[in-house]
């Protein structure tokens, strides 16, 4: 069992930057970066693999957004910069054992981090 404990959520204006951290229990998984808006469906935004070769985001957040990870303190992150209203979400860390954007294929899930961005 992999427990994952995010961090680095808050309120931010438009046009500002946020850092997410999700530190995990376990090593070797392929750790993304999913979020939910209100009243909508959990969406994928970004994941990464355990070597950093293998590196992919929604399209809405390409160019903003970059993924990376720390392999000694089993530790990802998420740099959230030119942050928009849209991006209001709780945005959930996920570990899994294949590169995907479907939720189905991450086992281990955290609780979620609040990001708001005022306009």
């Known amino acids: 069992q992999v427990q994952l404990v995010e961090s680095g959520g808050g309120l931010v204006q438009a046009g500002g930057s946020l850092r997410l951290s999700c530190a995990a229990s376990?090593?070797?998984?392929?750790m993304a970066w999913f979020r939910q808006a209100p009243g909508k469906e959990r969406e994928f935004v970004a994941r990464?693999?355990?070597?950093?070769?293998?590196?992919a985001y929604a399209d809405s957040v390409k160019g903003r957004f970059a993924i990376s990870r720390d392999n000694a303190k089993n530790t990802a992150y998420l740099q959230m910069n030119s942050l928009k209203p849209e991006d209001t979400a709780i945005y959930y860390c996920?570990?899994?054992?294949?590169?995907?954007?479907?939720?189905?294929?991450?086992?281990?899930w955290g609780q979620g981090t609040q990001v708001t961005v005022s306009a």
């Open positions: 996920a570990a899994g054992r294949k590169p995907s954007v479907r939720e189905v294929d991450y086992e281990y």
């Open positions: 376990g090593s070797g998984y392929v």
């Open positions: 990464i693999n355990w070597s950093r070769s293998n590196i």
